[in-house]
């Protein structure tokens, strides 16, 4: 070994974040090296969870394996000295001398386990397993040599060979059982972290797709507006006109950069044919996080009567979406809101209800008309008022109706829209 490789173990050693680990498993695999069987005659050899501990933890963190071999042999030949303290008739030397072999197995299991760089094949088990069993029948191998030469044990016979080997094999087997199974289990839940955000991120794109709908018609009447202004002579109003559909533009060429980016990441998904319980899912979702933002405690009720598929989600989803997170400003701190889908004969009732403040009885008949609000932003502006005449158009566009019931306990809309209009396949 040359001086660079002492100094990175001395640097490994008193590395204050290794320094922690090392002196755990040195600890642990001391511990467990007590709990143990001696399987042959005339040698004070013995197998121990000690080996099994050992292994574990390198491969469970990443561990300076030089470093933790010598301070596991350090901390193995203390603990048994320690233990043969309260038996007078050994003395000091005879015990060190002892347990000395024990502390020449560790130190030699960490060096084959790192000349054979081990972390490499965390993720290839079979391998793994038999370079870890032969390091081990080499350590146990060294280690009864020692035993032979200090002690006089008996050296082990060809069938004694043959218990090492195999006993090396199962222990090295079980640890690496155990490791797979919590990474498989760590995989397990990256892998389904990483589902639930593709999802959140499939449902922005949802909503983001509908935006894109929205900001090209806006454009297009813009345009419209701007030649009907141009061709009655209105200069000025018809370059703000003009002005107001460029910006549109604009935020529409964002959106579509920003819908492209975010497709590459999760993957080009078919936006043809949803199921109603994927759009009621969607917008429960999103409104969970409107209301965690306005720091409100809402609870969501869904039910659902039906089920099918539908190509009009675009629709569904920007109407359920407004009348759900119209019904969270509504509620003050806390509340709830009930989500119901039936059919009818012939038409499929959606109902969105709330616990917060009503609607007073001389608004009701306005709250569909452009401009009606009653939101206002911290300086006291008004919102723009655009979200119930725009559900309004969206049911009138499904060849629906909407209505709305409500006292100071509670708030209720009801769409009703014709089964055949929003209905696409077999129920």
């Not at 209505?403 to 209009?421: A, D, G, N, R, W």
Request: charge should be negative.
């Amino acid at each position: 070994m040359n001086g660079g490789f002492i100094i990175r173990v001395l640097k490994n050693v008193f590395s204050k974040t290794s320094f922690t680990w090392i002196f755990t498993i040195a600890v642990l695999t001391a511990i467990g090296g007590e709990i143990k069987i001696s399987p042959f005659a005339d040698t004070t050899f013995r197998f121990g969870l000690g080996s099994i501990i050992f292994f574990l933890c390198t491969l469970l963190k990443p561990t300076p394996l030089i470093s933790a071999g010598i301070a596991t042999s350090a901390v193995t030949i203390f603990f048994r000295v320690a233990l043969d303290y309260p038996y007078q008739d050994i003395g000091l030397l005879d015990s060190l001398l002892s347990h000395l072999p024990a502390a020449t197995f560790y130190l030699l299991f960490s060096i084959c386990l790192y000349y054979l760089k081990i972390q490499q094949y965390r993720e290839k088990p079979l391998i793994l397993g038999i370079f870890v069993a032969l390091s081990e029948v080499i350590s146990n191998l060294a280690e009864q040599s020692i035993r032979f030469l200090l002690h006089s044990d008996t050296l082990l016979f060809i069938q004694d060979l043959f218990i090492l080997f195999v006993v090396a094999l199962l222990r090295s087997f079980f640890v690496v059982g155990i490791y797979s199974s919590i990474l498989i289990t760590e995989q397990k839940k990256r892998v389904q972290e990483m589902l639930n955000l593709g999802s959140e991120l499939y449902v922005e794109t949802l909503y983001l797709k509908k935006s894109m709908n929205n900001i090209e018609a806006i454009t297009a009447n813009g345009f419209d507006l701007y030649r009907q202004l141009k061709e009655q002579g209105h200069r000025a109003e018809c370059m703000q006109a003009l002005y107001i559909a460029q910006e549109i533009h604009e935020v529409k060429k964002d959106s579509q950069r920003i819908y492209a980016g975010i497709s590459k990441i999760i993957g080009e998904k078919n936006f043809g044919l949803f199921h109603l319980s994927e759009i009621l899912h969607y917008v429960v979702v999103g409104n969970k996080k409107y209301s965690a933002l306005l720091r409100k405690d809402v609870q969501f009720n869904l039910t659902q009567d039906c089920d099918f598929q539908t190509d009009e989600h675009i629709a569904l989803l920007a109407l359920l979406n407004n009348l759900t997170a119209n019904a969270v400003e509504a509620i003050t701190t806390q509340g709830s809101i009930d989500i119901h889908v039936q059919q009818t004969a012939n038409d499929t009732v959606f109902s969105v209800s709330d616990t917060g403040k009503g609607i007073s009885e001389d608004q009701l008949s306005v709250i569909f008309e452009p401009g009606y609000t009653t939101k206002y932003n911290t300086e006291g502006v008004a919102a723009t008022g655009i979200g119930l005449s725009h559900v309004a158009a969206l049911v009138t566009k499904l060849d629906g109706t909407i209505s709305v019931e409500s006292s100071l306990e509670k708030t209720m809309f009801k769409i009703k829209i014709p089964t055949q209009t929003i209905q696409t396949g077999e129920t």
